[in-house]
């Protein structure tokens, strides 16, 4: 493997730009081979700098004009990166013409083609294969911008802003011009060119009155899928403002939806481009949970707008200032339009089911990085979904009040500007007078703490003594880590259900007795309680304020107890995991005892407990009947020191739903029917039983009972949604009956010209686990449905296998590992950003017990050898092998 030469960049190195521009005016003459470009930008110079120096890569020069006046060769040096210019006046005019190749784009970082149509993704440094360019995000100006194309091929032409004019060319070309009153960077650029239909809507603001022109773009047929998306949208305009008092700024918001997109979505000034998978939904073809991932994504995209756009990135590392606070946004907004109980628990299971994976192992850092080799590898879970948790603890501290008056202050102060973390948390400390110094240090140090609890109850001196103690092994660019400042939500319990608040021994300032909060901060902190006639019950770190593994050894007794009577949801949810993974990791130890597999009569009521309880709503409900995904017991299991056996894992997991299944049938079943209706729509409430159902159903089949099995295959059968109709399809598709193979095939059959359905097919295919040979696998990739252009196929097939199938992936001949490296390898020849992303599969190599480690050290050893990785993929191939 040979290393991209001084590539890595770092914070420290910082500096201001030398030059700014006032004004860019951008002209492309379209085309899918070849498209000409010309950028003439008004540059002015702060220093006393001669040379100027811009970004580029991925296109031909065709020339370079200062003032009007060509240079020749002698006057600038091209590289493959840059366009390095030797003298430039104070002030002056650039004009640059270079051609580019859309049709051959395939990494989808530039302009690019998706099926027919022409589009963009800048960011993050996406614009320098557009033209030459300082390619940073500090570097705003003005964008007026003309496209011309041929008007049969790209009948729709679109670029941020106002369209403020149009014509024909005469020669079967047509154009239009755009022009975005606010400045911006680059990396906020977007065009779109093709044949689309749209979707139109009209929002009026409520703050001004302001009328605004929606427009959503998708493919010819696609129309009718869009109306989750529209309305998801005006209620986020409309959350906004009444949240944040935020008011949209452009006349039009337009969104397109394109099938070749590398992520979710991305927010370009008044013209977002998404990924498909984001806008298009109709309960036919779409899941309760796809419905939901639309509203939050669409959020996301629209907040953005605000947290982004108006205020940006000064520079790369702070990402997170963006996007930790976007996406708290985001989950704001769907905890307001839905269940605050039920999306925090969703939000805390992806959290831990991939940030806390990721913050434990060898790509690790830091929510403001200090250095990395390629920007893309860092839109990670950390920057975004860690990033989301910071902002929600600071929102802890302040209070919902002191949030909202920091935010205030945060656009009063920095609006148009590109600024850092500090500059966040410098709103948010002046419009409270708090001192956030200390709680800073989340920004700087990886890892996820450690909350060890000791309780003592001393029933002479009726006093309650609890201590915390935090710690994390992690370090951080070689620095141990130092305690950070949690902001813990936590209440006691009297025997009788009621929260209590007893008199506390030492007068304790980290505690906030009437927000119930204790700000710990230090390594180790105690308080003692007294008058307690009877031990109490801990609730700790209610609502998940802080994200942290909790290590307490308690009586199961306790979590009994919370999972009924604690007024926090999140803790019930929480009380019924924590019973659920010690069963299943008894299971384990019986497995390493080569012991029979038998689960805890105790823990089997406890889950029956769960079954009856009409106190739960019913998506809560089945989040706590759903045991633990195999995602969260491998992180169990290297918390609790011991190294990953992933096969024993997956058979006490697996004979532990299949015990429940058995011994709770009557009332499975019984539930199964309670919610088994006709009537669709997508309230909470219709979800919530749909999810209820469907978790019913899966206990029942893992039974195996042709009576259940029936049952699935009916429902399948007959379901007029796709949530009912996909649960019950993966019931079957994880047994193996001749029902399986007849479903999978009818499903295919009836949705193999939808590519967003059949990547669900594809999906499930992945998991299936009978062919150890893995041909499976390479007949999917050749199936006619398949599309390895289009990266939701390639992650619906191989990001499934290597997450999902489990004992395929991880099988002991290695030859899972084998065919992923293939894979990878393959990908990565024409889409860097996709395999890296792909290659995260392997974080997991020092954790697996040896055997396993011993087969994966071989592949990575092999792909150690290759030579031309792409950038992305040899940073994080580095960081795991190191
Ligand atoms: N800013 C976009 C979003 O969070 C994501 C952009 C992804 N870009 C990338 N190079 N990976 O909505
Ligand atoms: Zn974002």
Same mark, same amino acid.
Request: aromatic share 10%; glycine share 4%; charged share 30%.
């Given at each position: ?51 100027? *120096?811009?970004? /580029? @890569?991925?296109? #031909?020069?065709?020339?370079?004009? $200062? ?5 020749? =060769?002698? !006057? ?87 369209? *403020?004019?149009? /014509? @024909?060319?005469? #020669?079967?070309?047509?154009?239009? $011009? ?5 400045? =911006?960077? !680059? ?696």
């Amino acid at each position: 493997m040979s290393s991209p030469k001084n590539s890595t960049i770092k914070l420290i190195d910082y500096t201001k730009s030398d030059f700014e521009i006032e004004s860019l005016e951008l002209e492309f003459e379209l085309d899918a081979k070849k498209t000409y470009v010309t950028s003439k930008a008004v540059y002015t110079k702060f220093s006393h700098q001669k040379k100027l *120096v811009l970004n /580029g @890569e991925q296109q #031909d020069l065709v020339s370079v004009e $200062i003032n009007g006046n060509k240079l020749d =060769k002698s !006057s600038f040096k091209l590289t493959s990166t840059t366009l390095e210019i030797f003298e430039v006046p104070e002030c002056f005019t650039l004009t640059i013409k270079t051609i580019i190749y859309p049709s051959k784009n395939t990494s989808l970082l530039g302009l690019y083609m998706s099926s027919d149509i022409l589009c963009t993704q800048c960011e993050a440094e996406g614009f320098r294969r557009i033209t030459y360019f300082l390619d940073r995000p500090d570097v705003m100006t003005k964008y007026r911008t003309k496209l011309i194309a041929h008007k049969n091929k790209f009948p729709v032409l679109l670029s941020n802003g106002n369209k *403020v004019d149009s /014509g @024909e060319l005469g #020669d079967g070309r047509h154009w239009t $011009i755009w022009e975005d009153p606010f400045k =911006k960077p !680059s990396y906020l650029f977007a065009l779109v060119a093709g044949d689309l239909s749209v979707v139109r809507d009209v929002y009026v603001t409520s703050i001004n009155k302001k009328k605004i022109d929606i427009e959503i773009y998708c493919d010819k047929g696609n129309e009718g899928k869009c109306d989750h998306a529209m309305r998801s949208l005006k209620n986020s305009m409309k959350w906004d403002e009444e949240k944040f008092g935020l008011e949209y700024d452009l006349d039009m918001y337009m969104i397109v939806a394109v099938n070749s997109f590398n992520m979710g979505a991305m927010e370009n000034k008044g013209l977002n481009i998404f990924n498909s998978a984001y806008v298009l939904a109709r309960k036919d073809t779409a899941t309760d949970d796809d419905f939901l991932g639309i509203e939050s994504v669409i959020g996301h995209e629209y907040f953005h707008n605000w947290t982004g756009n108006r205020i940006t990135c000064r520079d790369w590392f702070q990402l997170t200032l963006k996007e930790g606070l976007t996406v708290y946004r985001d989950q704001e907004f769907s905890s307001d339009m839905n269940s605050r109980s039920v999306q925090r628990i969703k939000d805390v299971l992806k959290l831990r089911s991939t940030q806390f994976v990721e913050d434990s192992g060898p790509t690790a850092h830091p929510i403001k990085p200090k250095s990395y080799i390629q920007i893309d590898n860092f839109y990670t879970t950390t920057i975004y979904e860690k990033g989301a948790e910071i902002i929600r603890m600071i929102e802890k501290i302040v209070g919902k009040e002191g949030f909202r008056k920091g935010m205030d202050k945060y656009f009063e102060l920095y609006d148009g500007q590109a600024v850092t973390t500090d500059d966040f948390v410098h709103a948010m400390e002046i419009a409270n007078g708090t001192d956030l110094t200390h709680f800073k240090r989340w920004y700087d140090q990886a890892g996820t703490p450690i909350v060890k609890i000791n309780e003592l109850y001393d029933e002479t001196s009726k006093k309650y003594t609890l201590e915390l103690e935090q710690t994390c092994e992690m370090k951080t660019y070689g620095e141990s880590w130092r305690p950070c400042h949690l902001p813990v939500l936590f209440c006691l319990f009297d025997s009788q259900g009621n929260e209590i608040f007893p008199e506390t021994l030492e007068s304790l300032p980290n505690l906030d007795k009437t927000k119930k909060i204790w700000h710990l901060k230090e390594n180790k902190e105690k308080a003692t309680f007294l008058n307690l006639e009877h031990r109490p019950i801990l609730s700790f770190n209610r609502q998940f304020s802080c994200p942290i593994i909790v290590k307490h050894d308690r009586p199961v007794s306790d979590h009994i107890f919370l999972m009924k009577n604690d007024t926090d949801e999140f803790n019930r949810f929480e009380s019924s995991q924590i019973l659920a993974t010690d069963a299943i990791m008894q299971n384990v130890d019986l497995l390493k005892e080569q012991k029979e597999l038998s689960l805890d009569p105790f823990y089997i009521e406890s889950f029956g407990s769960i079954l009856y309880d009409d106190s739960l709503g019913h998506s809560i409900k089945a989040s706590c009947l759903d045991l633990p995904s195999m995602a969260l017991l491998k992180q169990e299991m290297s918390n609790r020191s011991l190294p990953i056996d992933i096969h024993k894992l997956l058979m006490a997991r697996e004979g532990s739903i299949k015990t429940l299944g058995q011994s709770h049938q009557e009332f499975l079943f019984k539930l199964y029917n309670e919610f088994k209706t006709d009537t669709f729509d997508l309230s909470s409430k219709s979800m919530g039983k749909r999810e209820l159902k469907n978790i019913c159903l899966s206990f029942l089949t893992s039974t195996e009972n042709p009576e259940y099995i029936d049952l699935a295959y009916q429902q399948f059968i007959n379901s007029n949604n796709m949530t009912d109709e996909l649960a019950s399809l993966s019931c079957l598709a994880k047994i193996k009956c001749d029902k399986t193979e007849l479903a999978l095939d009818s499903f295919y059959k009836k949705w193999k010209d939808e590519p967003l359905v059949i990547q669900k097919w594809f999906a499930l295919k992945a998991t299936q686990t009978h062919d150890p040979s893995l041909k499976f696998l390479i007949d999917l990739a050749n199936n006619p449905a398949f599309d390895k252009k289009v990266p939701n196929f390639l992650r619906s097939l191989y990001t499934t296998f290597a997450n999902q199938n489990d004992k395929l992936f991880h099988q002991e001949n290695g030859h899972g590992y084998k065919i992923m490296i293939d894979r990878i390898l393959e990908i990565d020849k024409y889409n860097p950003d996709v395999s890296a992303r792909m290659f995260n599969a392997f974080r997991i190599f020092k954790k697996l017990e040896i055997n396993l480690q011993n087969e994966m050290k071989i592949e990575l050893e092999r792909l150690k050898n290759e030579q031309n990785l792409s950038k992305n993929l040899f940073e994080i191939v580095s960081q795991i092998t190191s």
